[in-house]
């Protein structure tokens, strides 16, 4: 699809909204707007400095998408959402397949540089630095969806580093009662949930069940991959190139929040089973699969208003994830060169070994994350807000490990090894050691206003690891209401990313090794930000911004080896702007949008940072065309972007295109959408880390039907 039959499309829909403007105007219209754009703008947020801020006012570059955008757009998964944020756009990690989300053109192959939280809490793994390996959030059981672009490690510690995410989930009043609905579409999919919020013994009680199901999507081919190569190499046939993307999944999400005056307690549950996509190296693995278990539980305690001027706040939180992974990283009667320390060596191999059942590793990762913060907020002096924190984090990972490959496993002078599996758990051949670090963490804070119109927040965090030492992160942020219809932001932020137990402690690797002497990243970002209300149904905003990176942690090739070693490796610059605006035109029309340009440079190689987008394109037009019935249609356009492996193919500019129908309130409770995704087939993919011919396929038009209904 071109972009000339998608102006089409957007052209039709405005010559439709003007000959039936007059009519719809002259009808009682059920609100599908329930806040306007100038509302939006003065919704409170508690991201940018921990304390309730509008977002027009906050100290940061903030984006808020609330549950009824998320339902006017169609989205079922989260990364639908993101993309609708300037400067975000969500690809593909290499190596498990999830989505990768870059922002503002910073991105690396675990998706470990945006700090994601659940209602404040941290949900990411230390393992690999983001969500665990399979992870879905429910769309269902999302409130409101707060962005920072930019960095946060001035009050989140490690990884606020390109930005953060923080998904609030619906509390009991959202939910008002039980909602059930249920969701079918194409790709054999399946989602039923249901949602009920009540007053209990003076709490305030709100939970949620939902229950995903995909077959995958099997239009999703790959021409080859990296077991062709080998087989191009040894004259073999193993591999299932040309072959689908393994993209089926199975899951469930459970949510429980109690609250009540200075109580917030919540527990959130995953169980989930998925296709491991390309493969664990590149290679189509039909029979791999992950299961993932998540269990997240937080309390937060606030004295409210026991104190006169002090507010004192305690929250622990408990995450404990499990990995179980089964998969094949060489398929069925695949031939690999072996080197003399019993890994794959292209460069100098000693041997040749048939894997009639293939490569096979089984795996058992547990993670256990306990952490608490002490807080205390003082409003005692006049025009001052002063926070202070004390916080602790423990990260402990243990690693079990049952393989036919690798050193311990694998003599070179064989010729054939069979499926029969070692233990190697708890020995110096796993693949990663178990392994524990503690962080302590103090945040200083003080927002002032020092003027009816001016307000200068000015923040230093403290973060001291147990393996790699200290490291302190300020920030300040000037705000100028200029008038009462224009807000102008000066922001500075420094940053920092953590390495991960991956990046530290990978070893018995044929391709990546960990160091245990990493440094971690930093980032300086300056920022100029804008936000412009002329009307109430009107609302713009604009930024420009310039960073800085330092100690980059990349691959880097062993001389003389097959392997590469992580190391802090690199430096980037970028540099861009980004536009957004939401027009109220009419009561039943609403137009949104933005667009995102950046410029990002790799320091070492003096070129342009590879698989990010240069330019964004997000525009959305949303019609209530008779009372209780809306429609929304939306582009999303991606362009300029370079392949990481050239031998890949290039990456072209694309276009997708989707349609979202919704009936509300009907009969005063049947809620009903259907919605037709990348509605013009659109052939498109994202670069992929490893050899796959004509990179990461991405999916095709799809269709779903949903119906709910609220009691």
């Known amino acids: ?62 984006s808020v998408i609330t549950a009824e955008q998320i339902k006017s757009m169609g989205a079922t998964e989260l990364h639908e959402v993101l993309e609708t944020v300037p400067g975000v756009h969500a690809s593909i990690q290499a190596l498990t397949g999830d989505y990768n989300y870059s922002m503002r053109g910073i991105q690396n192959a675990s998706n470990s540089q945006i ?98 199901h995909s077959g995958g999507d099997s239009g999703r081919v790959v021409k080859s991959d990296s077991q062709t190569a080998l087989d191009n190499a040894l004259g073999t046939h193993a591999s299932h190139a040309p072959g689908s993307l393994d993209t089926q999944y199975e899951n469930f999400n ?162 054939v090894i069979g499926g029969s599996l070692t233990n190697v758990t708890g020995t110096p051949f796993v693949f990663l050691p178990s392994t524990h670090r503690s962080v302590w963490s103090y945040v200083v804070q003080d927002e002032w206003r020092f003027a009816d119109d001016w307000q200068l927040t000015a923040g230093v965090r403290y973060d001291d690891y147990s393996d790699f030492g200290g490291t302190v992160n300020p920030r300040m942020a000037l705000v100028w209401d200029i008038n009462t219809q224009m807000t102008s932001k000066l922001l500075y932020g420094k940053a920092f990313r953590a390495p991960n137990f991956t990046e530290q402690g990978n070893q018995n690797n044929p391709v990546q090794l960990g160091n245990k002497s990493l440094k971690p990243e930093t980032i300086n970002t300056y920022e100029w930000a804008i936000d412009y209300r002329p009307v109430p149904a009107l609302r713009t905003a604009a930024n420009l911004y310039f960073y800085q990176i330092k100690e980059l942690i990349t691959l880097v090739p062993d001389v003389g080896r097959p392997s590469s070693t992580f190391q802090n490796n690199g430096n980037q610059d970028g540099y861009g702007s980004e536009l957004e605006w939401n027009w109220q035109v009419q009561e039943q029309w609403n137009l949104s949008g933005n667009y995102a340009w950046q410029y990002a440079r790799n320091n070492e190689t003096k070129s342009r940072v590879t698989g990010v987008p240069e330019h964004q394109v997000y525009v959305a037009a949303a019609w209530q065309f008779i009372p209780k019935w809306q429609i929304q249609s939306q582009l999303n356009w991606i362009g300029s972007r370079i392949n990481p492996i050239p031998d890949n193919g290039k990456l072209v500019d694309y276009q997708t295109v989707d349609f979202t129908l919704r ?35 991405m999916q095709g038009r799809s269709f779903y039907l949903e119906t709910s209904i609220n009691f």
């Open 254 to 415: 459970g949510h429980l929040n109690l609250q009540r005056k200075h109580w917030d307690i919540g527990f959130w549950a995953f169980s989930g089973e998925n296709g491991l996509r390309a493969g664990a190296a590149g290679a189509l693995d039909p029979k791999g699969v992950i299961n993932g278990e998540q269990y997240v539980g937080d309390v937060r305690f606030s004295t409210e208003d026991w104190f006169e001027n002090w507010e004192f706040i305690a929250h622990t939180s408990y995450l404990h994830n499990e990995l179980l992974a089964n998969f094949r990283p060489f398929p069925e009667n695949s031939v690999l060169p072996i080197g003399s320390d019993s890994n794959v060596d292209l460069l100098t191999p000693s041997s040749l070994i048939l894997f009639p059942q293939g490569v096979i590793s089984n795996s058992d990762q547990t993670e256990n994350i306990p952490s608490i913060e002490l807080s205390s907020i003082y409003r005692g002096l006049r025009n001052h807000q002063l926070l202070v924190s004390a916080g602790f984090r423990y990260e402990d990972i243990t690693v079990k490990q049952l393989t036919n490959f690798g050193p311990g496993v694998v003599d070179p002078r064989m010729n």
């Open 663 to 697: 009936g509300k309130k009907l009969y005063g409770h049947l809620n009903v959408a259907a919605s037709l995704r990348n509605a013009f087939d659109t052939n498109y993919s994202e670069p992929a880390a490893v050899r796959i011919g004509d990179n990461f396929p």
């Open 115 to 212: 700090l994601i939280l659940l209602n404040g809490t941290r949900v990411t793994s230390a393992y690999r630095g983001t969500l665990m390996i399979g992870l879905e959030l429910p769309i269902e059981a999302i409130q409101q969806v707060e962005v920072i672009r930019g960095p946060g490690s001035a009050l989140y510690g490690a990884d606020a580093f390109a930005g953060v995410i923080n998904i609030i989930t619906k509390k009991a009043k959202d939910i008002d009662g039980t909602t059930v609905g249920g969701r079918v579409g194409d790709h054999d999919s399946q989602s039923g949930w249901g949602q009920h919020g009540t007053t209990w013994a003076g709490w305030d009680i709100a939970t949620s069940l939902q229950y995903q």
């Open 1 to 62: 699809m071109r972009v000339e039959a998608a102006l089409i499309v957007n052209c039709l829909a405005l010559m439709l909204y003007c000959s039936d403007s007059a009519r719809a105007a002259s009808e009682k219209m059920d609100d599908f707007f329930a806040m306007s754009p100038a509302e939006l703008a003065a919704t409170p947020v508690t991201i940018a400095t921990g304390t309730p801020m509008l977002v027009s006012q906050s100290a940061a570059v903030t």
